[in-house]
């Protein structure tokens, strides 16, 4: 370990470091930065970038910009990020997925999802295997890239309750805590049942403890609300939303002065991840490979929790560490939702249908 301003940084830590200063950390079987300016060429003849997702994931046009800026300047291109506001991931994949099939060029280059979106289009093998470790730290490939390079785990959320702190009837603590009478016809859930699928595979609550719950919480919701909508929670039209899909934007509201709070349930706590996957029908494969490792960057985990306050919990002295590192510490034991987690639990798929018709058909 070695001490810098106070702070105590990990070999893992000085690698990934020196891996995007243009520095090496000693021999090694492979020149990240080496490989990294040769990508960056590919990438500048590109000349173009094209990103979708909603303009609450990563501060939409706004970090898109972000990103832009600080790409160019650290690679000394001139590549032009298209960003375009989109449809919710799911929709955003199933459209790599026709567009593959018609053998059409992409209309993104990199596309964002979480394991419930990706699980399903990984296959269809519409992804290109790239060897990430040649433009990472060996330690934090390791521990990003799955499926032999398909997918890259870029930052890490938490699942639970997102609710409003100032009018809630309780401090909430557990799911069960939300079918107490004081919460009745006060609070939403998702049309798409998000973070209760996790639920329903055999390793967590499995199928009847998860419909079961479902079944009564559905009795006590007086609507659905997607995802990032959180200014509902703010307003109080709704007291919280149970479940929510990750707890980041209950941090981006709490800067804004709104008094929301996101509860990590002791008794259904999840540790997932939002990924980066590179279609092979990609228009600019090398600007998307380049931009999904400048993502990874020190600098670039800086932009994602500027903007979706998010990183990796994973990269130490990230923001996410601490905040798993001070639940572990209260006691609180996460399942770890990977897509190859997702793979081998088919019964969440052919389950999950049902569980959103309880929800929806109230």
Same mark, same amino acid.
């Given at each position: 370990m070695i001490e810098k301003g106070g702070a105590f940084l990990s070999a893992s830590a000085i690698a990934l470091m020196l891996a995007f200063s243009g520095l090496t950390a000693g021999p090694a079987a492979a020149d990240p930065d080496a490989a990294l300016r040769e990508l960056a060429k590919q990438a500048a003849k590109e000349g173009t970038l094209r990103l979708s997702w909603s303009q609450s994931t990563l501060a939409g046009s706004q970090g898109a910009q972000q990103f832009e800026a600080a790409?160019?300047?650290?690679?000394?291109?001139?590549?032009? *990020?298209?960003?375009?506001?989109? #449809?919710?991931?799911?929709? *955003?994949?199933?459209?790599?997925?026709?567009? !593959?099939?018609?053998?059409? &060029?992409?209309?993104?280059?990199?596309w964002l999802g979480a394991a419930a979106q990706m699980a399903p289009l990984v296959r269809l093998e519409f992804f290109e295997k790239v060897d990430w470790a040649r433009y990472l730290d060996p330690s934090l490939a390791d521990r990003a890239v799955e499926l032999d390079g398909e997918i890259v785990r870029i930052v890490t959320g938490l699942s639970g309750v997102t609710y409003n702190s100032a009018q809630a009837p309780m401090k909430p603590t557990t799911m069960a805590d939300f079918l107490r009478p004081e919460w009745k016809g006060r *609070?939403?859930?998702?049309?798409?049942?998000?973070? !209760?699928?996790?639920l329903l595979a055999d390793d967590v609550w499995g199928k009847d403890k998860t419909?079961?719950?479902?079944r009564q919480l559905s009795k006590q919701i007086s609507g659905l609300m997607r995802c990032g909508e959180s200014e509902r929670i703010a307003t109080g039209e709704f007291l919280a939303l149970v479940m929510d899909c990750t707890g980041q934007d209950a941090l981006v509201w709490q800067e804004r002065g709104a008094p929301i709070e996101q509860m990590v349930p002791r008794d259904a706590a999840q540790l997932r991840y939002y990924y980066f996957a590179v279609p092979k029908h #990609?228009? &600019?494969?090398?600007? #998307?490979?380049?931009?999904?490792?400048?993502?990874? &960057?020190?600098?670039?985990?800086?932009?994602?929790?500027?903007?979706?306050?998010?990183?990796l919990?994973? *990269?130490?002295? &990230?923001?996410?560490?601490?905040? $798993?590192?001070?639940?572990?510490?209260?006691? $609180?034991?996460?399942?770890? $939702?990977?897509?190859?987690?997702?793979l081998k639990h088919p019964e969440i798929d052919a389950q999950k249908r049902d569980l959103i018709k309880i929800l929806t058909s109230r």
């Open positions: 790409l160019n300047k650290r690679f000394g291109t001139n590549i032009r *990020i298209e960003f375009v506001p989109g #449809a919710a991931m799911a929709q *955003i994949g199933n459209q790599l997925a026709t567009e !593959f099939a018609a053998k059409q &060029s992409a209309h993104v280059d990199v *609070i939403a859930s998702t049309p798409y049942a998000a973070s !209760f699928d996790v419909f079961d719950y479902v #990609a228009r &600019s494969p090398a600007a #998307a490979k380049l931009f999904t490792a400048f993502f990874l &960057s020190p600098e670039g985990q800086k932009i994602a929790w500027g903007t979706w306050k998010t990183d919990h994973f *990269i130490p002295g &990230s923001n996410m560490a601490k905040q $798993v590192s001070a639940l572990e510490k209260e006691g $609180v034991s996460f399942k770890e $939702v990977t897509v190859e987690w997702w």
